[in-house]
């Protein structure tokens, strides 16, 4: 029943059959998903612009509590079994060193319950993995031709690569959120110098800049309404423009809040070292863009030999191939 099963899984014409059900679908999905979109935007600004009420509210709970057991529990609610999960299998002393919340800030998860599904995930794929692995080789009976041991192996790198599937993800998305930031990084330093220099604090122009860029970089928005939420809470200025540069992880950003540290600190003018770096960071960004220009021929050399040239040949060949074929027949 098995190999029976396994046999008409492998049979090419079923693969086929079933490749081309997967490119359909996802032409079809591509097509209409702009269709389905939603709109988010503004519930994750919203979102993010209540961080200093929030913040504020729970200065005033701890403020207003009488003793430990009456305090008021003013964090979103996280996701229980996950929690449980972490606490019971003590995941965050496992799993967890001093980079794994700089790095999911750097991704755009600020809670703890993200923490919580992140360790969660790291705990569970492994095995899910092995178990997938396990039936795609013993199960379907594939590597039958091979050793034990190889199979075996095959099974462990399934478990290896569902431990490291979340790492990789985040990776991924932190990569795509850097690049977001980056791309509108000097506009948004262009849009602050404007409001400082027409006379708007540093607070508000921020939140201008998150308002104007927030259908080209959401991730950039939502950094600056949050640097907004910070500069009017914190009591220290430089710890809240320090938290900007923390959580993007991009050089760039860390050295215009450094500066911008040390202007507030002497008394420089603000305006000019937003102008110097608004000019370093389109510098940087043409840098970039002639790097990849560069890089293009190389890149480009084995799809012209495999797919260009051979045609090319046919095209200039073919009409004299077909004569001498005629002339000979």
């Known amino acids: 029943m098995t190999s029976d099963t396994a046999s008409s899984?492998?049979?090419?014409?079923?693969?086929?059959?079933?490749?081309?059900?997967?490119?359909?679908?996802?032409?079809?999905?591509?097509?209409?998903?702009?269709?389905?979109?939603?709109?988010?935007?503004?519930?994750?600004?919203?979102?993010?612009?209540?961080?200093?009420?929030?913040?504020?509210?729970?200065?005033?709970?701890?403020?207003?509590?009488?003793?430990?057991?009456?305090r008021?529990?003013?964090?979103?609610?996280?996701?229980?079994?996950?929690?449980?999960?972490?606490?019971?299998?003590?995941?965050?002393?496992?799993l967890v060193d001093e980079n794994t919340m700089g790095k999911l800030k750097a991704a755009g998860y600020r809670s703890e319950n993200a923490l919580n599904m992140f360790l969660a995930a790291r705990f569970l794929l492994p095995f899910v993995?092995?178990?997938?692995?396990?039936?795609?080789?013993?199960?379907?009976?594939?590597?039958?031709?091979?050793?034990?041991?190889?199979?075996?192996?095959?099974?462990?790198?399934?478990?290896?690569?569902?431990?490291?599937l979340p790492n990789i993800l985040l990776a991924n998305k932190i990569t795509k959120r850097q690049k977001s930031i980056k791309k509108a990084w000097p506009d948004a330093l262009d849009l602050l110098l404007i409001c400082v220099e027409s006379g708007i604090s540093m607070e508000a122009g921020m939140r201008r800049v998150a308002e104007e860029l927030?259908?080209?970089?959401?991730?950039?928005?939502?950094?600056?309404?949050?640097?907004?939420?910070?500069?009017?809470?914190?009591?220290?200025?430089?710890?809240?423009?320090?938290?900007?540069?923390?959580?993007?992880?991009i050089p760039i950003v860390q050295a215009v809040m450094q500066a911008l540290i040390q202007a507030d600190r002497y008394g420089t003018p603000i305006a000019q070292a937003l102008r110097v770096l608004a000019q370093e960071g389109r510098d940087e960004r043409m840098n970039?863009?002639?790097?990849?220009?560069?890089?293009?021929?190389?890149?480009?050399?084995?799809?012209?030999?495999?797919?260009?040239?051979?045609?090319?040949?046919?095209?200039?060949?073919g009409p004299a191939i077909i004569q001498v074929i005629d002339r000979f027949h």
Do not use: C
């Not at 693969?15 to 490119?23: D, K, M, Q, T």
């Open 129 to 164: 993995f092995l178990l997938l692995g396990g039936f795609w080789v013993f199960g379907l009976e594939n590597l039958a031709d091979r050793p034990l041991g190889v199979r075996l192996l095959a099974v462990l790198i399934s478990g290896y690569i569902g431990f490291y």
């Open 288 to 317: 970039e863009a002639e790097k990849k220009a560069a890089a293009l021929p190389p890149k480009l050399t084995v799809p012209m030999i495999l797919f260009f040239l051979p045609v090319l040949v046919m095209v200039i060949l």
């Open 72 to 94: 008021v529990n003013l964090k979103p609610q996280d996701n229980l079994s996950v929690k449980k999960l972490v606490e019971r299998f003590n995941l965050k002393k496992a």
């Open 9 to 70: 899984l492998l049979n090419p014409a079923m693969l086929l059959a079933f490749l081309v059900a997967i490119a359909v679908f996802a032409t079809l999905y591509t097509l209409a998903i702009p269709f389905f979109e939603r709109g988010d935007l503004t519930k994750r600004m919203k979102a993010v612009s209540s961080e200093r009420d929030q913040l504020r509210a729970r200065a005033r709970a701890r403020h207003a509590a009488d003793g430990p057991g009456s």
């Open 214 to 249: 927030g259908e080209v970089s959401p991730p950039l928005a939502e950094e600056m309404v949050l640097t907004t939420a910070e500069l009017s809470f914190l009591p220290d200025r430089r710890m809240a423009l320090e938290n900007l540069g923390t959580r993007t992880r």
